[in-house]
Structure formats: structure tokens, C-alpha cells
């Protein structure tokens, strides 16, 4: 796969799956766009990266931030070939005890997050004759999961979002696809160990989620998502690539 001045936007890229991708595309020759609402994290992770990639503080759920990065991208490089959709967080409850702040949250990154960038990108890659979006939503979204609610209603938006993009943009030469990771040892998960009474034991209830009896790692998803945006994908249009250990076969 070759992103030889290729220039690719990874959202939530500062940690876990998204520092994963960003890595990845950057060795496969593509200038990286390192785009976190943790901006030093964000220029921390660009400076490991090297070559042209560069790190952008921008939350993806404020219109203005995401306009004006996109905007800063496209004038530095001329350029946008892939963005992937990838910031998101979780956090448990169901439709009882979730606070309606806390629901409007969670919706304003994970899914409006991808509308807005995406809103903003779509025109530049029409513009230079097309591009790949690359979305990261969730195995949970297919099969439900207790306890997690407001985001696995979220992650069902990005799956069908993905269908909806995928048709609107599919003349501009722009191809939109979906990966929907199983339960992936990120940072995400290091934090709830570091809380969790018994981390040994919340641990192994991870791994045992899938057939294969372990997490998957940010770097088994990279894999799936820089493939998606390659060339070598060009007939995957609308697609959600489930890469989850057979958890939802399971
Ligand atoms: N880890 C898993 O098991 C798993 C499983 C399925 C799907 N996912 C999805 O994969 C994506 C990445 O998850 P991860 O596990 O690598 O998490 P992570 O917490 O390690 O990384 C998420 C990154 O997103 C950034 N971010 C959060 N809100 C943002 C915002 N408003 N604007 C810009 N950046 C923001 C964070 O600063 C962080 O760097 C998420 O969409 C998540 O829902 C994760």
C-alpha cells in the first residue's frame, strides 16, 4: 500500500487505535494530520511520527474548530486524500440512568463528530477528484451490548452514516467505509483497569469476550482501516468491516 504524498487526516489520533492508524499510514509515506482535542498530545505524537505530519488541537464536535482545521490542512498541503472518522469514548448506563448532558456528549463526538468533519473534508476531495473516508465504529453496534446505551446508539449512527455518505459520494470518487473494532487493549482500557476494584479479574471478562480469549490490539484495527483507505480496497463502498476476535459470531 502506497500513501506516497497521500495526505490523511486521523481524528482522536493522539492515543490507542488512532495513534495506531496515524503511525501506520505515516510508514506507508503519507504526511499525517494528528488530530486531537489533546493538542499536546496530539504535537507529541506528530513529532514521533516525523517526515510532514503535523499535530492540530480540534475537537470534532465544535463546527468552528473543525472548519478551521480543515481549512489549515488544505492550504498547507493542497491536499486531503483520507480522513478517518476515528475520536469517540464510552461510558456505561442505559437509557434510565444516563443524564441527558452526558447522552448529548457522547453524541456530539461520536457521531456529530463524523458529520462535521466529514461536511468539511468532502468538498476538498470532491474538488481534487476524490478521496476515502474511513469510519471507526464498533462491534456492539451490530449485536447490542448491556450497560453502554448511548454508545452503542451512537456507533449504529456511524454504521448507517457510513451507508448514507457512502451513496451520496460515491460519483465524486469518494469511498466510505466503516471498521467495527471488537474490545481493543487501548489506553481507554488502562484508565478503567487503574480504577477497577479487581483489574486482574475486569481483564480476563475482556478477554473472554471473544473466541480467541485475549483484546485485540490498536494496531490489529490500523491494519484493517489503512487497508480501507487504500487503493486496494477500491470496489469496498458502504462496507463495515467488523475486525473483533469472533466476538460477534460468538
Ligand atoms: N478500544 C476499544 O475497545 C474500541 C472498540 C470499538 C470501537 N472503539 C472506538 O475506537 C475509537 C478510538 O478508541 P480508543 O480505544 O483508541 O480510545 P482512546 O481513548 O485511546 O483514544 C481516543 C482519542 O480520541 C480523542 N478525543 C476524544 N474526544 C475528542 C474530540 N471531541 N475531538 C477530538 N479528539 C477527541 C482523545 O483525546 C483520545 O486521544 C473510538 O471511536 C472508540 O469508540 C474502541
Known sequence: ???????????????GIGRATAGLFARHGASVVVADVDGSAAE????ELGGRSIGCKVDVSKDSEVR???????????????????????????????????????????????FLCSKHVIPVMAKQGGGAIVNTGSYTAGIGIADRAAYVASK????????????????????????APGTIHSPYFDKMFAQ???????????????????MGRPEEIA????????DKASFAVGSTLTVDGGTSIW
Open 68 to 114: 478551521t482545521m480543515v481549512e489549515l490542512v488544505a492550504d498547507s498541503f493542497g491536499r486531503i486524500d483520507v480522513l478517518v472518522n476515528n475520536a469517540g469514548f464510552g461510558f456505561r448506563g442505559n437509557v434510565v440512568s444516563i443524564a441527558e448532558d452526558d447522552w448529548d456528549r457522547l453524541m456530539s463526538v461520536n457521531l456529530k463528530g463524523v
Open 223 to 230: 491494519e484493517a482501516i489503512v487497508w480501507l483507505a487504500s
Open 196 to 214: 477497577a476494584a479487581d483489574p486482574a479479574a475486569m481483564k480476563k471478562e475482556l478477554d473472554d469476550r471473544a473466541p480467541v480469549h485475549r
Open 156 to 179: 449504529g449512527g456511524v454504521v448507517s452514516l457510513t451507508r448514507a455518505m457512502a451513496l451520496d459520494h460515491a460519483a465524486d470518487g469518494i469511498r466510505v467505509n466503516c471498521v
Open 44 to 47: 507529541k505524537a506528530a513529532g
Open 1 to 15: 500500500m502506497d500513501f506516497e504524498g497521500k495526505v490523511v487526516i486521523v481524528t482522536g489520533s493522539a492515543s
